[in-house]
Antibody
Framework: QVQLQESGPGLVKPSGTLSLTCAVS?????????WSWVRQTPGKGLEWIGE???????NYNPSLKSRITISADKSTNHFSLRLDSVTAADTAVYHC???????????WGQGTLVTVSS | EIVLTQSPGTLSLSPGEGATLSCRAS???????LAWYQQKPGQAPRLLIY???NRATGIPDRFSGSGCGTDFTLTISRLEPEDFAVFYC?????????FGQGTKVEIK
């Protein structure tokens, strides 16, 4: 079982940039299909943000596409999320997850709460 | 975007009872690309079922999934105390991947 751990600031100011990193252990980000970010709020539930795949290609949720960048660093076995121009609506628990070839998420990070507030 | 609608919103049941959870899609989904997750408070979702009916590693056989097209079902044959949680369906047939809003299975 792959272990994932999110890290990053818990508080971001409105109009600022949210940056999170997911550390992967007991597995290599080079050896599986795709690595995703999913966020969760009481109001909207679980929302897929986007993914970076083994090939280096990325896929983003169209609702967030203009503000998202997902990248991966194979040398450190991390992948990252950058979300620009945040508002209070971006306040959520952010999870990173490992996607299998069938698109299901087999392993998840515990999640990290990010609050957007001045 | 494919919308997944789960019902009921809440199920109040006793340990030992069976549970049937529904997930209806706004358009047809390949059975390969429908998954179910369980989430307990303060924890990450856990994969239960992938490909509509395949149990993930370590998932007890009291959990089963079925369905096709737009209608999918998660069945728990006999609820154990540790099964009470929120359950989500998810589709990955088309982008963006989407989740249902969840069904809470609570102790009656």
């Amino acid at each position: 079982q792959v272990q994932l751990q999110e890290s990053g600031p818990g508080l971001v100011k409105p109009s600022g940039t949210l940056s999170l990193t997911c550390a992967v252990s007991d597995g290599s980000i080079s050896n599986t299909n795709c690595w995703s970010w999913v966020r969760q709020t009481p109001g909207k539930g679980l929302e897929w943000i986007g993914e970076i795949c083994q090939s280096g290609s990325t896929n983003y949720n169209p609702s967030l596409k203009s503000r998202i960048t997902i990248s991966a660093d194979k040398s450190t076995n991390h992948f990252s999320l950058r979300l620009d121009s945040v508002t209070a609506a971006d306040t959520a628990v952010y999870h990173c997850a490992r996607g299998g070839g069938d698109g299901a998420y087999y392993d998840w990070g515990q999640g990290t709460l990010v609050t957007v507030s001045s | 975007e494919i919308v997944l609608t789960q019902s009921p919103g809440t199920l109040s049941l006793s340990p030992g009872e069976g549970a049937t959870l529904s997930c209806r899609a706004s358009q047809s989904i390949s059975s390969t690309y429908l998954a179910w997750y369980q989430q307990k408070p303060g924890q990450a979702p856990r994969l239960l079922i992938y490909g509509t009916s395949n149990r993930a590693t370590g998932i007890p056989d009291r959990f089963s999934g079925s369905g096709c097209g737009t209608d999918f079902t998660l069945t728990i044959s006999r609820l154990e105390p540790e099964d009470f949680a929120v359950f989500y369906c998810q589709q990955h047939d088309s982008s963006p991947r989407t989740f249902g809003q969840g069904t809470k299975v609570e102790i009656k």
